[in-house]
């Protein structure tokens, strides 16, 4: 049974099909699903070099501007562009190619350092597809940092080999602090911890999600399922596939979407899509469908499918339908994706941002002193006026 079963197919044309009127996102969002096997033609592409603009300066903010030189690569589009188009999407891609050699040197130091201990650290996000080979080379990823999840217990010696490797967490003022075994963690991962001779942050994770959404995936669970692999002299784990489409679930939507009220990354949604279409039968849906429904997380799940549907399309989820009513829920999600005018799409975040604290407070009022913690305000308007 087909994902879109039941759907309003004109809508969803609507918003998946590239047209003189259409926004940037939606034009980027029918580039990038070339990757994903659907058909793409010239008049799919934006249509004047204002157009351009604006769907490559997207492209960046979403960190996909290299997915999208291998969407029109995939459909032979690429010899049709813009000279100075293509020389763009060229130079991103190779930059982007040499910065993640370099990741790959990192981590492979890393591993090894882990593995002298004992312990074989399982991959997440970037690192994960990187090295799975989800891509059809590491510069098609943008990747920010390198996450993965180690056995708690193994914590504290990682933590005295790493400071012996020479990594350093950097505080508040980002200034260099020697890591340590922290008297208190609360997080789901240790601080992010830097080496000043390497490209990326590594974040170091107790947990594969923050600990409220522990029950739709837990570390054990992801340990007792990874597959082991030997990788540049050392040995790690990658996450079972399932592991990794809950994963991108919970983060792309449910920590730092719908509860936190940011934009949906369409990095996460494609990389949702790409994973969904590469495994295909070794998703088990109804089992995710089941867990989530459970746990009341069902209509969650629906909404973060329909939005990877209307944006690239059919998606390679079975068993799991959508109708109008996840159409409706998913609407404000695409007025803030489509939005052009950036002093407008600021105040909304500004709006979502303080509402979204509020609900906090109303869940856990024991958490009303971090409004005398000049901390949260500095990390709220980092949120809305970015640095850089």
Known sequence: MEFFSGYPQRLLMKRTTATATATPCRTLCRCLSGALGHPLTSSDLPASAAQWEKVLRLSGDHLVTSQLRWALREQDLFSTLPTDVAEYLEAVYTLNLDKNTRCEEQLAKFIQALNSLGVRPLLLKGAAVIVGGLYPTPGERMITDIDVLIPSEHLPKIIDRLAVEGYRLADGDGKPENIEWPKHLSHHHYPPIYHPDWPVTIELHLHPVPLHYGRLLGAD???????????????????????????????????????????????????????????????????????????????????????????????????????????????????????????????????????????????????????LDKDSYLKLRDRVFPPG
């Open 221 to 371: 669970e992801m340990f007792r399922e990874a597959t082991p692999l030997k990788w540049h002299g050392g040995e790690c784990l990658l996450p079972a596939p399932v592991h990794f489409i809950v994963h991108n679930f919970i983060h792309g939507f449910l920590h730092d979407t719908k509860y936190a009220m940011k934009n949906v990354s369409l990095r996460q949604l494609f990389e949702f899509a790409l994973a969904s279409r590469t495994y295909g039968n070794l998703l088990d849906w109804n089992a995710i469908r089941q867990c989530c429904k459970m746990l009341g997380y069902e209509i969650a799940l629906r909404q973060y499918l329909t939005l990877v549907g209307v944006c690239f399309g059919s998606p390679f989820t079975p068993s799991v339908t959508a109708d109008w009513v996840e159409r409706v829920r998913i609407e404000p999600y695409l007025i803030r994706m489509n939005l052009q005018n950036r002093a407008v799409l600021r105040m909304v975040n500004i709006s979502c941002l303080v509402i979204s604290r509020l609900f906090v407070l109303v869940r856990d009022p024991g958490k009303i002193m971090r409004l």
